[in-house]
């Protein structure tokens, strides 16, 4: 069925405002009198978290789970490392907040911090992608909730398999693959771009290809000095085994297939 409402991160970084970052609730339906406007805030609890990417608590391989229906949507954050757990099952045009990591227990459980990109995995836990450690150094890598309870569960690398940066990814179960991309070093990079920084490794240039039921780095492409590659996309096939990805500072689109 077509979606009724539609939900976005928004935040007061960089515009003086004091507030909490929110979520907001548009209303999608065109026969509504408040089609594609905001019809619900909720505010999160904290200042400067900087809500990044937003994820369902299941995706596409387990969406036919009537157990894991799409009835939570993960909100890491970029600054702060808090991830938000809200409820959009209950009520879809107002969704309330479920439950909150603190960054402290993201730091000391898996040394992990600058968090992006979440999507669920075929067994139903999340899988978070970060882009530093608690210090904002380069420091790859995922995180993992576990898909009922939402507990921090650990990392989900192999111990000693983080590339030393990390954005986006994007899996695809059929072929046993994930691909991630490198971002850049959020403690040089972090709070705003300086070409000071080309040249000297702030920003990523690696293509990450995970072994996905093993959870380990099998190949790296690398795809230039200060390339920064950002967003991955698989095509949305099922059995689709090519994507993109985008690179912000060389502004080059890349395809990667399987041979």
């Known amino acids: 069925p077509r979606e009724e409402v539609a939900y976005v991160t928004c935040t007061y970084r960089e515009t003086g405002v004091e ?5 907001a609730t548009i209303d999608l339906n065109p026969r509504s009198c408040n089609y594609g406007q905001v019809i619900h805030r909720l505010p999160v609890p904290n200042l400067k978290d900087e809500l990044h990417c937003s994820g369902w608590s299941a995706g596409d391989s387990c969406f036919q789970d009537c157990a894991r229906r799409r009835r939570k949507l993960i909100l890491p954050s970029l600054i702060s490392s808090r991830i938000y757990v809200v409820d959009v099952g209950t009520q879809c ?3 309330t907040l479920y439950k909150t990591i603190e960054p402290v227990d993201v730091f000391w459980k898996c040394d ?9 995995l075929p067994n139903g836990d999340v899988l978070i992608a970060n882009m530093g450690d608690a210090a904002g150094n380069g420091n790859g890598g995922f995180v993992v909730l576990d898909g009922e309870t939402f507990d921090l569960k ?10 030393p940066t990390g954005h986006d ?14 971002g850049f070093v959020p403690r040089r990079a972090g709070y705003g771009f ?34 920064a590659p950002l967003s991955v996309r698989f095509l949305h096939g099922a059995e689709a085994a090519e994507g ?16």
């Not at 650990?154 to 590339?163: D, F, K, L, R, T």
């Open 154 to 163: 650990g990392n989900w690398e192999v111990q000693g398999g983080a590339p």
């Open 194 to 227: 300086n070409p000071e920084d080309l040249h000297k490794g702030v920003f990523g240039r690696r293509l990450n290809v995970w072994n996905l039921s093993c959870q380990s780095l099998v190949q790296c492409f690398d795809l230039g000095e200060d390339s």
């Open 19 to 23: 507030q909490p970052d929110f979520l």
């Open 112 to 120: 992990k911090g600058h968090l992006t990109v979440p999507h669920a």
């Open 244 to 259: 993109y990805v985008s690179c912000a500072l060389s502004g080059v689109i890349y395809r990667f297939f399987k041979s």
């Open 93 to 95: 045009h107002a969704p």
């Open 169 to 182: 990814f994007w899996l695809q179960p059929r072929h046993n693959v994930l691909v991630s991309s490198a």
